[in-house]
């Protein structure tokens, strides 16, 4: 349940005029976010939440408390004041997992006005929770540790080499691993799933021999490589980095 709480905070943010309580359902992007909307409405009604601060605004303070839980003690400053949306429209808004760096920029920096440090340290929590096929058509997690929200995404991130490979959906994923699994390292066995977007951390994926040689590493560094490698070392500095980009995420559109 962490993990989709802090998605949805990432969800209405990039959604139509940022954090406003409001998902487009038409938006496919969405899909597995109901059941936890469904979850919070119940008790933002039962309590007269309304009363004392918008949706939009309870839909940020859960992702807080679930960082704060999942890192045990973390805790996120809380602003108030968000306007909450009765209709949105989020068709296109969200950002495509297949694509690169460039796709990524144009959607959290350009639109939503995110630097390239603060998209390096958000794209963290994927540590947290997993991909369903139901939900996005992709099966897996990030991580071993998929309740634990720490800096484990970089360290896997940084342990090439990484091989792409099209899922049962026709979709572009990377695994940490040649394949078929014959590798030494730790991760191998585990399987552990990478968005393109994940990768697009590290590696510009359109070029290099990330993409031709299963196995081999990826040669051109993306523009959030030199955040990556600072997060991967330092657990305490990641932290810092992305409470503060959870506050400007969650700040989109006031
Ligand atoms: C390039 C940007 C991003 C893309 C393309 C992306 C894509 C995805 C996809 C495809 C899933 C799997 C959904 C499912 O199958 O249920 C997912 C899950 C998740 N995302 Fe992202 N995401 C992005 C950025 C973010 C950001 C900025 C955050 C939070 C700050 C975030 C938090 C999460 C979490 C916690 C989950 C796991 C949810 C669960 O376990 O239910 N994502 N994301």
Not at 106 to 112: A, G, I, K
Not at 133 to 142: A, E
Not at 210 to 216: E, L
Not at 222 to 241: L, Q
């Amino acid at each position: 349940m962490v993990g989709v709480l802090v998605r949805l905070a990432f969800h209405d943010a990039a959604g139509e005029n940022g954090a406003n309580g409001c998902i487009d359902w038409s938006t496919s992007a969405h899909n597995g976010l109901r059941p936890a909307v469904t979850q919070l409405d119940k008790v933002y009604a039962a309590h007269n939440f309304h009363a004392l601060l918008s949706k939009a605004d309870f839909w940020v303070l859960a992702a807080n408390v679930a960082i704060e839980v999942a890192t045990q003690g973390v805790v996120v400053p809380f602003q108030w004041g968000r306007t909450d949306a009765l209709t949105c429209n989020d068709a296109n808004l969200l950002p495509d997992p297949e694509g690169d760096h460039r796709h990524m920029h144009d959607v959290l920096s350009t639109r939503m006005g995110l630097t390239d440090q603060e998209v390096a340290a958000l794209l963290g929590a994927h540590a947290l929770g997993r991909m369903e096929t139901s939900n996005s058509g992709f099966n897996g997690g990030w991580t071993t540790t998929q309740n634990v929200l720490d800096n484990s995404l970089y360290k896997i991130a940084t342990k090439e080499p990484w091989f792409k490979r099209v899922n049962s959906r026709g979709f572009s994923e990377w695994v940490n691993a040649d394949l078929p699994c014959n590798c030494n390292h730790s991760y191998c066995a585990q399987d552990l799933l990478f968005l393109n977007t994940d990768v697009s951390l590290f590696t510009d994926t359109t070029v290099g021999e990330c993409n031709v040689f299963p196995g081999s590493n990826c040669t051109v560094d993306s523009p959030y490589r030199v955040y990556v490698d600072v997060y991967a070392a330092n657990n305490t500095v990641w932290m810092r980095d992305f409470v503060d980009a959870m506050v400007r995420l969650c700040g989109v559109g006031y």
